[in-house]
């Protein structure tokens, strides 16, 4: 009970002591404060005469890039405005002040130009702070709001990515015309001395110019302010994880062309490489506005190389329907031959091996063997058991005669069987040779169609 008792009286005591002493303030800056403002208006400019029009200057301090949304062709930075202008009624002679030579006053207290952002696309369409005015002893008026300034920019990502973005913000006075306000571009103009660096972008280029424009509505002229600047992409992320792999999986192609004419992997391998780079095209269009005057270099590169890799899914197709052709289903013309056999050969730098009996495959002779096998005029034994039970070896000759006659009847069937399976064996060999021509000869053009489409892209772009 004691303590709180205690605690009481000092509190008691502290609110005392708040309320008693007194709060001492600059009289000097007191009496400045009350002179300035006695007879002052905020809603009149500062000039002697109406027709007289207050000078204001404009710059722009920018700090940082936030964001560039190509899609939506918007860019968003944090800046601040520096504006001045001159208002007579608000100097004095500081040596009658104690040497006060600035003071600060609100933004609502003092006429300030109603400068907006003309291009901005922000919900709020004034997103400056209200921060106070500074005012110099001459009636220089200082006034540097900071901003988060997110307005339009007109994309164009034909480069993309070795782009360039050439932007504006345009700022004026929304109600005064240029017998009113006349803005003028503030000495230091355009300041990046303090932009912190942006990953994606690097500015390259900025410029502050006066604007006067006549609208048919007024005689009079009105004044702004338009500060210029140029971002230029950097493209080591997108040349890595963009440019390199849709150039590495396009060479893949090549290897398709090189796997054995009848591999049906080499389909599957092209299907999913054409997949590959659908992803990459999305992934740009995802990127670019959605607008028809233009398509990136990049797009455009992607849709090359789709049609390509069609054409190459169509190329193995008929390769392997050639492959695989057999001459009891399938007859080709005299000039298709001639130009698969002959003239694609001696400019892809093929030769036909040459087709020995040799060269037959194991597959090939139990083949034949098992035709002639089953062929009933083959079989002499049966022939010799016969002259043998008809008692034929009495007269030697006529079982020589026969048994040669059966031997020539024999070597004439195993000939002619010999013969046509021989000549389908050739006619295979000239399918699975045609398939080699076509495989190699869409490795060549894929090859030339890859070199002249990466250089046109880069020099395009470039």
């Known amino acids: 009970m004691a303590k709180n008792t205690s605690n009481n009286i000092i509190l008691i005591s502290y609110l005392i002591l708040f309320f008693?002493?007194?709060?001492?303030?600059?009289?000097?800056?007191?009496?400045?404060?009350?002179?300035?403002?006695?007879?002052?208006?905020?809603?009149?400019?500062?000039?002697?005469?109406?027709?007289?029009?207050?000078?204001?200057?404009?710059?722009?301090?920018?700090?940082?890039?936030?964001?560039?949304?190509?899609k939506n062709q918007q860019i968003e930075l944090h800046g601040q405005l520096n504006i001045t202008w001159t208002d007579k009624r608000l100097s004095w002679d500081f040596n009658q002040f104690d040497g006060i030579k600035k003071l600060r006053f609100p933004k609502n207290v003092l006429w300030t130009p109603d400068l907006l952002l003309y291009n901005s696309v922000s919900e709020e369409f004034d997103t400056s702070f209200p921060v106070n005015i500074l005012v110099n002893y001459d009636g220089t008026i200082i006034w540097k709001p900071p901003a988060i300034l997110k307005f339009s920019c007109t994309m164009n990502i034909v480069f993309f990515p070795f782009d360039k973005q050439h932007c504006t913000m345009k700022f004026g006075s929304w109600t005064y015309d240029g017998s009113k306000v006349e803005l003028q571009t503030h000495p230091e103009m355009f300041d990046t001395s303090m932009l912190i660096e942006n990953a994606e972008w690097s500015l390259i280029d900025k410029n502050a110019i006066q604007n006067i424009q006549y609208y048919k509505c007024c005689p009079e002229p009105y004044y702004d302010v338009v500060f210029k600047f140029t971002l230029q992409r950097k493209t080591l992320y997108y040349g890595i994880n963009l440019i390199i792999p849709c150039l590495?999986?396009?060479?893949?192609?090549?290897?398709?062309?090189?796997?054995?004419?009848?591999?049906?992997?080499?389909?599957?391998?092209?299907?999913?490489?054409?997949?590959?780079?659908?992803?990459?095209?999305?992934?740009?269009?995802?990127?670019?506005?959605?607008?028809?005057?233009s398509v990136p270099f990049l797009g455009v590169f992607f849709i090359y190389c789709l049609l390509y890799l069609a054409g190459s899914i169509v190329a193995t197709t008929i390769t392997l329907a050639v492959h695989n052709r057999s001459p009891k289903s399938h007859f080709l013309s005299y000039m298709m031959i001639k130009i698969l056999s002959k003239w694609l050969p001696y400019f892809c730098m093929l030769k036909r091996p040459p087709t020995r009996l040799y060269n037959i495959n194991d597959d090939k002779k139990k083949y034949i063997k098992k035709e002639i096998k089953k062929n009933e005029h083959l079989k002499i034994l049966k022939l010799i058991k016969k002259c043998y039970k008809d008692n034929c070896y009495d007269n030697d000759d006529l079982v020589q005669l026969l048994l040669l006659e059966n031997i020539l009847d024999n070597i004439n069937e195993y000939k002619k069987v010999f013969k046509e399976n021989y000549e389908d064996y050739i006619v295979e060999k000239d399918y699975e040779f045609m398939a080699i021509v076509i495989d190699r000869t869409c490795l060549l053009i894929s090859s030339i169609f890859i070199v002249i489409s990466t250089v046109t892209f880069f020099i395009s772009v470039m």
């Open 248 to 293: 590495v999986v396009t060479l893949m192609t090549l290897i398709g062309f090189i796997f054995p004419s009848d591999a049906g992997e080499k389909t599957s391998l092209q299907i999913s490489i054409m997949l590959s780079i659908c992803i990459f095209q999305n992934y740009v269009a995802d990127m670019s506005p959605p607008s028809s005057d």
């Open 20 to 70: 008693l002493v007194p709060v001492y303030t600059s009289k000097a800056e007191y009496m400045l404060y009350s002179s300035l403002l006695k007879d002052y208006n905020h809603f009149t400019r500062p000039v002697e005469k109406g027709n007289l029009s207050v000078v204001v200057n404009v710059g722009l301090l920018m700090h940082q890039i936030i964001d560039v949304d190509e």
